[in-house]
């Protein structure tokens, strides 16, 4: 394995056309084995001496975020500097140039930012069920086994196993261990399918570690958190959603306040929460007694709740009224008299005030202000109102010193 990532690092250098093997953009152990281990296989058995590129989808300084992927090519000694990561391949520039073909493992759909890539998509091999009516205009394979590495191992023995070392049996072995929860039947995760290229792979590597060794010490890397920020953190293994151009991050050690009451009136599914204490007045943390909802399976829940609630905040007032806990009356008369003060003041000055400079540490080219002040907008009175509230909420209730 060593040598053959080493010659795909020096493909990269050269002017030619690449098959490129791509995991999701999650990067999990299941993607980042998959697209190794198959890349590696398609290279083996080309015909044409073609060279395939598994491409880890996160950039390089991403990485340690995922313990059980460190933790797992260390195992298997996979040095970090040997694989290729999404920040380091041009895949927009390749396909321009007419020079790419992707292989999608584990995920089937490509984001909005990757759009422009999806004429170059000649395979795809999932384990999830289809999320679009449109499915690539290639060859799509899925079915719903418990690791997309089983279909991997599949691929392998059935097509040319005298291709498969230890080295690979032993990234495969680990990672379906893992996704199906160490073969669990009471999980439920595990299908037929995933168990028999388990038997498999140990029937042709009997060295293969013992199952519960592997799956405990890949759970225990894969929570394991020691070393890593807040930020990197709250980033660990995050899930997003979107809607009206409104972003939502899903993290496995906070939630947003705003969503809990979804959470704890949710039926389908019941989550069986019960509020545990929190280390912060901003945060509202949970033991959730049904163990059985993931967050994959949340995101449907979050997703609608998520509408509900901009389709509340489309109109100014309404804006108001969700965050100052008004009536709509009372926030339309807020939004009157906060329209005339800010008019009224913005009207003193005869000429515009001079804008700040840009700092010399700014992370953007120029400061936003530089194109003038903003105009009177919905946003602006809203932002007065919630200002006017603040001051006479401590007026109201002054502090104690």
Known sequence: MEDYLQDCRAALQESRPLHVVL????????????????????????EAEDIFIPVLNIKRSELPLRGDNVFFLQEVKIAESALIFRDEIDLLALHQAGQLTLILVDHHMLPKSDAALEEAVAEVLDHRPIEQKYCPPCHVSVELVGSCATLVAERILQGAPETLDRQTAALLHGTIILDCVNMDAKIGKATLKDNEYVEKLEALFPDLPKRKDIFDSLQKAKFDVSGLTTEQM???????????????????????????????????????????????????????????????????????????????????????????????????????????????????????????????????????????LPKLSAEAVFEKCSQISLSQSTRACPSNK
């Open 234 to 372: 709250l980033r660990k293994d995050q899930k997003t959603i979107y809607r009206q151009g409104t972003k939502v991050a899903v993290s496995a050690v906070y939630m947003d306040l705003e969503i809990c009451g979804v959470l704890e009136q949710s039926t389908s599914p019941a989550l069986k929460l019960t509020p545990i204490p929190s280390i912060s007045a901003h945060l509202q943390a949970y033991l959730q007694g049904n163990t059985q909802v993931s967050r994959k399976k949340l995101l449907p829940v979050l997703q609608e709740a998520l509408s509900a609630y901009l389709d509340s905040m489309r109109t100014p007032a309404g804006q108001l009224e969700a965050a100052l806990g008004m009536s709509r009356e009372q926030a339309d008369k807020e939004l009157d008299k906060a329209s005339n003060s800010l008019i009224a003041g913005l009207s003193q000055d005869d000429e515009d005030p001079p804008l700040p400079p840009t700092p010399m540490n700014s992370l953007v080219d120029e400061c936003p202000l530089d194109q003038g």
């Open 23 to 46: 995991g999701n953009e999650a990067c999990d152990l299941d993607s980042m084995v998959s697209a190794l281990a198959l890349a590696f296989y398609l290279t083996k058995t080309s």
